[in-house]
Structures are given as structure tokens and as C-alpha cells.
């Protein structure tokens, strides 16, 4: 899909979107910032897998989390689009 369609997409959905739509596309924003992409026949370093940890751990000290009932929700409306 070209860049300019998906954006058009993308803008639509959150025009539409709900909390917790809000809150997946603020985390999944929030982990591509802060990740650095290896090659995929590279592993990542022990301490690149350690800073991931760390974002993970803030992450779930500031609540940053999903509920059970959330998460339901979240993959119900996968079934529906």
C-alpha cells in the first residue's frame, strides 16, 4: 500500500478510534521509537535485550498495561475488520 493511502487509513481510524485503540497505537508509537530494528539473522545484544527490558519494566510501573477484559476487546475487533 502506498505511504499516502495508509496514512489517509490510518487517520480515518483514529478519527474513529475508542480509548483502547488509542492506547494500542500510543504503545505500538512508543515501542518504535524506542526499539532499534536489527537484521533479523542478527541477535540483539545482551544489552539491547536488557534496555528492552527496562522500557518493559516503566512501561508496566506507570500502567501502562492492558487488562484481560481490554485485551478481549482488542482481538474482537481484529475478528471484525
Known amino acids: 500500500m502506498e505511504a499516502y493511502k495508509l496514512r489517509e487509513k490510518i487517520l480515518r481510524e483514529v478519527n474513529d478510534a475508542d480509548e483502547i485503540l488509542l492506547r494500542v497505537m500510543d504503545d505500538a508509537i512508543e515501542a518504535y521509537h524506542h526499539t532499534?530494528?536489527?537484521?533479523v539473522s542478527e541477535p540483539i545484544?545482551?544489552?539491547q535485550y536488557n534496555r528492552e527490558l527496562d522500557?518493559?519494566?516503566e512501561q508496566i510501573a506507570n500502567g501502562d498495561v492492558f487488562t484481560q477484559q481490554e485485551v478481549s476487546e482488542i482481538i474482537k475487533r481484529w475478528g471484525r475488520r
Not at 36 to 39: G, I, T
Open 36 to 39: 532499534q530494528f536489527p537484521v
Open 55 to 57: 522500557i518493559a519494566d
Open 45 to 47: 545484544s545482551i544489552e
